[in-house]
């Protein structure tokens, strides 16, 4: 089960490969690909999403639609999917024990812009054009959860109330149709939900202009500036296991640029990608200290040399211009893809993100600070869960070793739920990934904790029974002490979270955050019930 064809990652090398790449021979013929190394790096200024209007009190009106956005000065406008015309799209600011509602609408084409794989579940009946909005990390009814299979079609809305009844969080939104959610994100359905409460406002962290979100997102295009996600599957016809694109954009533009003042500014980093995990480090050496995880604050700020992020997972972070005037700093990418065993990422191209030029003339006095506590963190104990439960991730090759499917519990989204949760209880979830891979895990509903990782006998193990493990048990990162809504599992190791589940009773996805996983077929559902 750990091995698999190096390949895997559906990768697009450099060089003359990305001109006729074997598996676009269809489109190669006819549409040459973008060759990122043509294009001058960090000639566009980061943009700032802009901030979400509200329509009347505590209401959002917010409409999914296609149109052009130029992506980078030297390539032509791309076609893409945005919400209120921007990808990404506006930045959703909310306030804790405020609730909002959202009218989220969809006036999309009737025809997709990318490729559907009709044998993947969900795809294989109905409109080519569905969506859905989730709100990442939100804890929420199901009715407004935004899930798999409450798409909706061009011409139809939906009134999402969300009560913000959690601490203050980066969260995100983002388009969740079954079976299509990687291709409606990766054509741009995404953007920034940011909460706020008193406790995070009485710390003197950067703020205003100082507090920057970036969402980091690989694509690949063709010449003429269009998207190019791979038409072409193996096992499935237009199904690849993983996209990896050759070209970076933070904020929706192919690597920028940010000018900043020699001072601390906090930037919330979000992978939004499909599938490319990130390792990042800035090139002067200066540690990025994360403040915050997926669903809020650490206890105390941990100093990282380099910050791995996940597909999905959020860092709140500071990082410190102080001294570095005229400098230019890049945020660099190390992460291999796939992550950790694929492909080393190309430092001509991958391995940059984006860059910082300490240009700016300070303001005014760098006051802000990262005080020594940030937010107390009630610890989650193990052992009073009411439930220890085994799940298992397999991934299922054919015959050519290409993978068919990926599977959480060994089975399909759309078998029947075997996890019903008592509301009001704690759980434990152990995540056995028997597959040579990494996966980001997101439970929708609650934030949880990382409580270990341990390493276990992959061949000896069977679903029939408990890992057989290997070694001592690790504790989490330092910063994944924190409220997590998606976590790392890494290949022959057991991730064990826990989590309480409150509130709401009702059904629920969890799944991969590789979206092509997610939509064949690493999701499965879990019932909350009284
Ligand atoms: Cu970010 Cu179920 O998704
Ligand atoms: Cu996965």
């Not at 999917?81 to 084409?109: F, H, K």
């Not at 939900?193 to 003197?204: H, I």
């Not at 994360?290 to 709140?316: C, H, K, M, T, Y």
């Not at 193990?461 to 990162?477: A, D, E, F, M, W």
Request: charged share 20%.
């Amino acid at each position: 089960m750990l091995t698999r064809k190096r390949f895997l990652g559906y990768g697009f090398g450099a060089g003359a490969d990305l001109l006729f790449p074997h598996r676009f021979s269809a489109f190669a013929a006819t549409t040459p690909a973008l060759d990122p190394s043509l294009l001058t790096k960090f000639s566009d200024a980061l943009p700032l999403p802009t901030a979400a209007a509200p329509v009347g009190p505590s209401a959002y009106h917010i409409t999914m639609s296609q149109f052009r956005q130029r992506l980078h000065t030297e390539m032509p406008p791309t076609t893409v999917w945005g919400y209120d015309q921007s990808y990404p799209g506006p930045t959703i600011e909310a306030r804790s024990g405020e609730p909002i509602s959202v009218t989220w609408s969809n006036e999309l084409p009737t025809q997709h812009l990318l490729p559907i794989d009709r044998t993947l579940d969900g795809a294989d009946t109905g409109p080519d054009v569905r969506a859905v909005t989730h709100l990442h990390g939100g804890h929420v009814p199901p009715a407004v959860d935004g899930g798999p299979l409450d798409w909706f079609v061009p011409g139809e809305s939906r009134v999402f109330t969300y009560p913000n009844a959690q601490h203050a969080a980066t969260l995100w939104y983002h388009d969740h149709a079954l079976g299509i959610t990687r291709l409606n994100v990766f054509a741009g359905l995404a953007g920034f939900y940011l909460l706020r409460d008193p406790v995070e406002d009485a710390l003197p962290l950067p703020a205003g202009s100082y507090e920057v979100p970036l969402v980091i997102q690989d694509r690949a295009f063709f010449a003429n500036g269009e998207l190019r996600y791979p038409d072409e599957g193996v096992t499935h016809p237009v199904w690849v296991p993983e996209f990896f694109g050759d070209t970076i954009l933070v904020n929706g533009k192919v690597w920028p640029y940010l000018e900043v003042e020699p001072r601390r500014y906090r930037f919330r980093i979000l992978n939004g990608s499909n599938a490319r995990f990130y390792e990042l480090f800035l090139s002067n050496g200066e540690p990025i200290r994360q403040i915050g995880s997926d669903g809020g604050l650490l206890e105390s700020a941990v100093a990282l040399n380099r910050l791995l992020l996940a597909p999905g997972e959020r860092a709140d972070v500071i990082v410190d211009f102080t001294g570095q005037e005229s400098q230019s700093i890049l945020l660099r990418n190390t992460a291999k893809a796939p992550f950790p065993n694929g492909d080393a990422a190309d430092p001509r191209t991958v391995g940059q993100i984006m860059q910082f030029r300490v240009t700016r003339p300070l303001a005014g006095v760098d006051t802000s600070d990262i005080p020594p506590t940030l937010r107390p963190i009630e610890r989650l104990a193990p052992a009073s869960a009411a439930a220890v439960r085994d799940i298992p991730m397999f991934e299922h090759l054919d015959a050519d070793d290409e993978p068919i499917t990926v599977q959480l519990e060994g089975l399909d989204f759309d078998d029947p739920a075997t996890i019903f949760p008592r509301r009001g209880t704690t759980e434990v979830w152990r995540l056995i990934n028997t597959t040579g891979d990494a996966h980001p895990i997101h439970l929708h509903l609650v934030q949880f904790q990382v409580v270990s990782r341990q390493r276990f006998d992959t061949r000896r193990y069977s679903p029939t029974g408990p890992p057989t493990l290997i070694g001592q048990s690790k504790p989490p990162n330092a910063n994944e002490l924190g409220w997590k809504d998606t976590v790392r599992a890494n290949p022959g190791e057991v991730t064990t979270i826990v989590a309480r589940f409150d509130d709401f009773t009702g059904t629920y996805p969890f799944h991969c955050h590789i979206l092509e996983h997610e939509d064949n077929d690493m999701m499965r559902p879990f019932e909350v019930v009284a």
